[in-house]
């Protein structure tokens, strides 16, 4: 199967091609070599390993907790530390090629570094971004064509910063399980984590590979049993299809209706009326200061309206605690 993953740079695939090998197909795609500079990967990984030394260090992993190191939105940050490399990094070819196959000519990128340390631990088998992310209990309210659309609506990638043998705990895959029923709902059970482990593919990267998958795919990085540390920039390359209209002033729209709110009696009204006055969605957001939690619906800004309103909570004390939130969430540049 490894043959039918890995394609080279110079190789030239057809979208339909491409959609087909990460939608029907083993559900990932290594382009070996996409990346031909490795003193350019080598310039990008020192400036990300200083920010990371500059930041403190972040440990914050939703699936391997502690045994690694964050950089988030490195995007952003590789701009404001060396912007001459910016274009030859992020306009690599091979990263718009799949990332138009899969999502159409309408995509945004999202870039977190993530660096496991030597004897850094394995994660656990998980699915991703976005319906991996939550509980059976949200996930099966979720029809079925959103859960299916979720998988078209994001592209997972990750630019292959040094050579990741297999003991150094290169990407576990179970190829083909992106077509696993219920796959977001069943993936946390005993009996799925085993075969996970049993049958999972392990393929060595590259320096200057790109690694493409399904985000539905059922992975976890392997751990680290090397000196060396691994660096992996990983891309989050979601469909700009799914934005609103128009930009909301959520600050301004809970500063106007919240004292209203407290007029009202009627729980289920109120619950309602909060839908259409915060962010539905915990993303976007500025993940050094919102940082992953286990706990993404109690997190939710609706949920959190809405208990302010059953406690009463005073207009001036929820606006100031709303746009403390608000601000959180938000990424300036300096
Ligand atoms: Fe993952």
Partial sequence: ??????????????????ETQLQDGPGVL??????????????????????????GGHAADHFAAGSNQRLWNSLNKLAEDAPQLFSDYYGNEWLHVVSEAWL??????????????PGGSPQTGHR???????????????????????????????????????????????????NDPDGYLTYRRAEEQTRFERECSQIPFKKGDLVFFNPSIFHAAGGNNTS??????LLQVSAALAKPMEHIDFVGLVRHVYPHLLDQTD???????????????????????????????????????LEAWRVKETPEVVLAAYTERREKRTYNTP
């Avoid at 995509?107 to 977190?112: E, F, G, P, S, V």
């Avoid at 539905?280 to 959190?304: C, I, V």
Wanted: one cysteine or more.
């Fill in 1 to 18: 199967m490894d043959d039918q993953v890995i394609v080279s740079h110079a190789d030239s695939l057809s979208h339909t091609e491409i």
């Fill in 30 to 55: 290594i382009v070996r070599g996409a990346y031909q500079d490795n003193s350019l990967l080598d310039v990008v990984a020192d400036h990300f390993y200083k920010r990371i030394q500059r930041e």
């Fill in 104 to 117: 159409g000519p309408l995509y945004q990128i999202t870039a977190q570094v993530n660096v496991v340390v």
């Fill in 267 to 305: 729980e289920a009204l109120v619950a309602r009326a909060i839908r259409a006055l915060v962010d539905a969605y915990p993303f976007p957001s500025n993940l050094d200061r919102d940082p992953p939690s286990d706990d993404w619906l109690g997190e939710l800004e609706t949920s959190w309206l």
């Fill in 228 to 233: 060396e540390p691994r660096l992996v920039n």
């Fill in 128 to 178: 991703d971004y976005h319906l991996g992310f939550y509980p059976e209990s949200l996930v099966k309210k979720m029809p079925n064509l959103i859960r299916q659309a979720s998988t078209k609506m994001t592209l997972q990638g990750a630019i292959i910063h040094c050579d990741v043998p297999t003991e150094m705990g290169p990407t576990k895959l179970l190829l083909g399980s992106q």
